[in-house]
């Protein structure tokens, strides 16, 4: 394009501007140097007539290196791109406008540079040849961090696959011998053990005791590794309707200690409707079990409602039971953790872990607080609507 026809070299000072270039000319560099991301104008020669502040701030050139520089041969050759040379000079020819072309390129100077292209051919006129308005975004950290975000992912999912495997191990071949187990100790125990007399039948007490306790351990070890493994995706669950299916279910326990639970109004969220299921049967069936020898349990189960406008509802467990220590609040989400002995309350001390694991993986928090003899309360935090926390399955 001959010099007289295209777009000034540089930005005249502004009384030059004033008195040299058309209006639309002025507008249209006024326009390219206010853009944020680095923007060039080319002839049909590929010549740079015009860069933006952007352009050399992001890649450390000067414009008296630059304007009137075929594209090709900036910065000795370092822009002589084979794609971006593809995009110019073969596709840009055939479609006048291409949106969102990466090219990832090391430049010597600063190092590799992940580049967001947007093209466009545009008229100057009748009879005037067109340019080529190049827009270049730069996305290095953002492609970087994708990629690393995706192989995280990966791994995340290949993690889950093994947890996986060991969950179905843990289900089958760990949990054989131990029927075994039980299965033959009850034998003997039907057909020997009004024979055995002292150390011998206590010994097979508790080998039969050591044996269920396995048991119940490796379901409840099942139970906690398919919190993240197999689940279910986030629909709208009415949690009213799951405290009366786990208050059914809990039906036995509630009349032989006496109690009862109190269910206040709940609101309907999107969650996983069988971990909310396992969730409060966990912490209903907790406060139920740690009860006052003298006092039948009263747990109620309520939940505050959400200010206008608010993400999260506040679900609360109050028992009248034994609590415990405020020093133990912080452990006792913890895997195994045990603040009483298995001759007074049953258990493998996985049950609340479980509980922060459900909790966590809906995006929300569990706390628990309590004074000892005086019963406790668990407060649950979820997220009413999963799409705006971004935690949809």
């Known amino acids: 394009m001959p010099a007289t026809e295209s777009l000034p070299m540089t930005l005249p000072p502004p009384d030059e501007a004033a008195r040299d270039v058309p209006a639309a000319q002025r507008l249209l560099l006024d326009i390219i140097d206010t853009v944020r991301e680095p923007l060039i104008v080319l002839d049909a020669a590929f010549r740079v007539t015009q860069a933006n502040r952007a352009f050399f701030r992001t890649f450390r050139v000067e414009p008296q290196d630059t304007i009137g520089e075929v594209l090709f041969t900036l910065g000795d050759g370092q822009w002589d791109i084979a794609p971006l040379r593809e995009l110019l000079r073969d596709k840009l020819a055939v479609e006048p406008q291409l949106n969102d072309f990466d090219v990832d390129h090391e430049f010597p100077g600063i190092g590799r540079k992940i580049m967001l292209l947007n093209a466009r051919l545009v008229s100057q006129g009748p009879n005037l040849p067109r340019i080529i308005l190049l827009a270049i975004e730069d996305i290095t950290a953002r492609r970087l961090t994708e990629w690393r975000l995706a192989e995280q992912h990966r791994e995340l999912e290949r993690s889950n696959a093994a947890l996986d495997e060991f969950a179905s191990v843990a289900s089958h071949d760990l949990q054989e011998p131990v029927r075994k187990i039980l299965s ?133 467990v109050t028992d009248n039971g034994i609590g415990f220590s405020e020093k133990h609040a912080g452990k006792i989400f913890r895997m195994f953790v045990r603040l009483h002995g ?37 407060t649950v935090t979820l997220p009413v609507t999963q799409a705006a926390k971004g935690f949809m399955s």
């Open 342 to 378: 298995r001759a007074e309350y049953e258990g493998s001390g996985i049950g609340l872990a479980i509980c922060r694991k459900i909790v966590e993986r809906h995006g929300g928090t569990i706390a628990a607080t309590s004074t000892a003899g005086q019963g406790a309360t668990f």
């Open 184 to 316: 033959f100790g009850d034998l003997l125990n039907t057909s020997a053990g009004p024979a055995l007399e002292g150390n011998a039948r206590e010994h097979l007490a508790r080998m039969l005791s050591a044996a269920a306790r396995m048991r119940t351990l490796i379901s409840d070890l099942l139970l906690y590794s398919q919190v993240t493994t197999r689940v279910q995706p986030f629909v709208r669950t009415d949690l009213a309707r799951v405290a009366r299916e786990v208050i059914a279910d809990l039906e036995t326990s509630i009349a032989e200690s006496g109690g009862r639970v109190e269910v206040g109004e709940l609101p309907v969220i999107d969650a996983d409707a069988l971990q909310m299921r396992q969730l409060l049967q966990n912490l209903l069936g907790n406060a139920l079990k740690y009860r006052q020898k003298d006092m039948p349990p009263v747990v109620r189960l309520s939940c505050s409602s959400p200010p206008p406008g608010g993400a999260d509802c506040t679900i609360t």
